[in-house]
């Protein structure tokens, strides 16, 4: 029973901790399927994570803060798109560019925010229930964020795999010549993939800052947008396995933390790399297993041909 | 490859309109930089708390400027400030020092008080203040509080600063609640809000109920333990506004005395380049407000405690065990400051990893 207890409270910490990734690595699935990869996910996380916990400061309604910061980092998105699909720029390069403006525009706009004090979203009163030991912690896991990232995550599944929509989006990524010449409008998938990408991750951004941790400090997400960028590829472009992707980073990250409360005589800076080392194995592995290219878009392989 | 540069010029462009602009009067002569944002209720809020007292009481203007870099980044700002005729200079962030050096050794008329360094030049002097002392009365507060006996520390890194606090914290709690066990938590970061909130989760699921910490600011961490009902004792600030169910005390920062002494030394010309260092009994490092949680029986042996150390009795001094038992400092010794200062040991009780 103690080690079932065990267990689960570590699978839900690991959860918590994925729900914000899940949201970015759905997001960038979407956009990568249509051909383009979006570095600047870590700027659009964080704008995200500002203009959320700023919304939810002054009107003291998280979900209206849910939606500040998926709308703040769609327009940050805009300029990715702007400058992928008007200009012709790069799209790594503008990937850069808009996770650099992210960080330094919620880095300024954030400044009077620091240090103000938000409820997030109250958890209701489960009585009883509350105070089962398994049941118990379960309820207070699953927070509203986190039941929206589940219900995206099977949304965005069905979505791709089951829509026609969701096939003009895979051809674009696939070949967007070919879509093209099947009366697809590549331009426009493409704008909306870019913009879809960009609202997730503002909503991965705010999960964090409004639910999670409820607190906004420059620069708060630490690299996980980068992070979500990788699992991606652990995940290998299917949206129904972004779940179990974020949810492998979560629970050996939770696992490692619970480790250090264990006294387990390994140095705190090698716990804190398995998640990472662990997320390498199996993408080492699955590819190893597939001997293919790993369910790359084709026309996103190219890209990264085409770099000199 | 144009396009490229283009790209990212012009983020960097409209970044650059994002900077502080130094809009300092003629007459302003003090100037602050803070690593972080001065409203972290942490490190920078505590310095900032120590400016306005300045300015308040001695009547000089001051600026500021937040979230600087340790890099050439504090240089530029330091030269700005020093163009706009500002004549003292308080780097506050401890990766400031070499840069500050570099600034001193350029303009000798302006003197420069950085914090917690250890080199200096003639127109650089260094402030810091010893906390362990504080740390203890906040455990002993703790120690008294807690229902499970189980106290939590987050930390950042495993660093002699980082150990002097846990282990005071501990035998503060030890003191009135001899059985009270310490678990650390290292974050591998000085602001990792979210791994902070994990690690506050991770440890209330294991039944700890006083958590504690030393990193940058203690608000996500406070607020995690109010949401999880509960108890939290606050580091640098008095953080009370964020748990007020659960909040015990904490050890705070109180720079207003020194930065005021440092500033009228300058003024009538007795300022010397010394490191400038102060505990409890200069008043420099204070404890925050209680809690409604610290039973009242305890209130009066943290007090007698405190008259202690502000009459000379030595926090450090024997009998010590480490985490296995073994004595590190036998009973009637006192440790010299300098083994305090590279402290690399953790206290029997205490259950964490010293790498």
Not at chain 1, 81 to 96: D, E, H, R, S
């Amino acid at each position: 029973m103690e080690i079932l207890e065990i267990v689960l409270a570590i699978f839900l910490s690991g959860l918590r901790a994925a729900t914000p990734l899940l949201y970015v690595l759905l997001g960038e699935t979407v956009t990568e399927r249509a051909g383009i990869a979006n570095l600047g996910v870590e700027g659009q996380m964080l704008s995200g994570a500002c203009a959320g916990f700023a919304v939810t400061a002054v009107t003291g309604n998280p979900w209206l803060g849910l939606v500040a910061g998926a709308f703040a980092a769609t327009l940050l998105s805009c300029v990715h798109a702007f400058l992928c699909l008007v200009v012709g720029a790069n799209m790594f390069a503008a990937g850069v560019a808009v996770w650099v403006l992210g960080g330094g525009l919620s880095a300024f706009f954030g400044i009077p925010f620091v240090g103000k004090r938000i409820d997030g979203f109250i958890p209701p009163d489960f009585g009883a229930l509350g105070q089962l030991p398994l049941l118990g912690t379960l309820l207070r896991t699953l927070t509203p964020t986190v039941l929206l990232g589940l219900a995206l995550w099977a949304a965005t599944g069905w979505f791709l795999y089951r829509t026609r929509s969701g096939l003009r989006l895979r051809a674009v990524g696939e070949s967007a010549d070919s879509a093209a010449t099947m009366g697809v409008a590549v331009k426009r998938v493409k704008w909306l993939a870019i913009l879809a990408g960009g609202a997730f991750s503002g909503l991965g951004g705010a999960a964090l800052s409004v639910d999670q941790v409820r607190n906004w400090i420059e620069w708060m997400t630490a690299g996980r947008g980068l992070v979500a960028v990788g699992l991606v590829i652990v995940a290998r472009w299917n949206p129904w396995l972004a779940l179990p992707a974020a949810l492998l980073f979560g629970v050996v990250e939770a696992l490692t933390l619970r480790m250090q409360t264990w006294g387990v005589p390994i140095s705190s800076y090698l716990l804190s790399t398995f998640p990472y080392l662990v997320c390498l194995a199996v993408l080492v592995w699955g590819y190893v297993r597939a001997r293919t290219r790993g369910g790359m878009p084709r026309d996103l392989a190219q890209a990264f041909a085409r770099t000199e | 490859m144009i396009r490229q540069i283009l790209t990212l010029a012009t983020a960097t462009f409209l970044l650059a309109g994002c900077q502080p602009k130094v809009e300092a009067p003629a007459e302003t002569r003090v100037g602050f930089i803070y690593v972080g944002p001065r409203t972290d209720f942490g490190y920078n809020y505590a310095m900032d708390q120590g400016r306005m007292a300045v300015e308040k009481d001695l009547g000089v203007k001051t600026v500021f400027f937040e979230n600087i870099p340790e890099n050439a980044e504090v240089e530029r700002v330091m030269e700005r400030m020093i163009a706009d005729g500002i004549k003292i200079i308080f780097p506050t962030s401890y990766g400031y020092l070499d840069p500050a050096l570099n600034v001193a050794a350029k303009h000798p008329d302006v003197k420069f008080m950085h914090a917690g360094g250890f080199k200096l030049a003639p127109n650089l002097g260094t402030f810091f203040a010893d906390i362990d002392e504080v740390e203890y009365l906040s455990g002993m507060a703790a120690g008294a509080s807690t229902k499970t006996g189980k106290l939590g520390f987050i930390a950042a890194h495993p660093i002699p600063q980082t150990l002097r606090n846990i282990n005071a914290f501990t035998l503060g709690a030890q003191s009135v609640n001899p059985k009270a066990t310490m678990t650390v938590v290292w974050t591998g970061s000085w602001s990792d809000p979210t791994k902070e909130a994990e690690a506050a989760n991770t440890l209330a699921d294991q039944g700890v109920d006083v958590l504690t910490m030393h990193v940058d600011g203690p608000i996500t961490i406070a607020q995690t333990a109010e949401k999880r009902g509960i108890m939290v004792c606050g580091y640098h600030a008095d953080a009370s506004s964020f748990a007020p169910k659960g909040w015990v005390t904490g050890a705070a920062w109180n720079w207003a005395p020194l930065m005021e002494k440092i500033v009228k030394s300058i003024h009538d010309t007795t300022w010397k380049s010394v490191h400038l260092r102060g505990k409890l009994s200069d008043g420099y490092v204070k404890m925050a407000s209680y809690g409604p949680v610290v039973p009242e029986s305890v209130k009066p042996k943290i007090d007698s405690v405190k008259k202690a150390y502000e009459t000379g009795a030595k926090l450090w001094s024997g009998p010590i065990l480490d985490q296995a038992g073994t004595i590190v400092l036998a009973a009637g010794d006192t440790l010299p400051m300098a083994k305090i200062e590279s402290m690399n040991f953790l206290v029997k009780g205490v259950v964490g990893s010293l790498k």
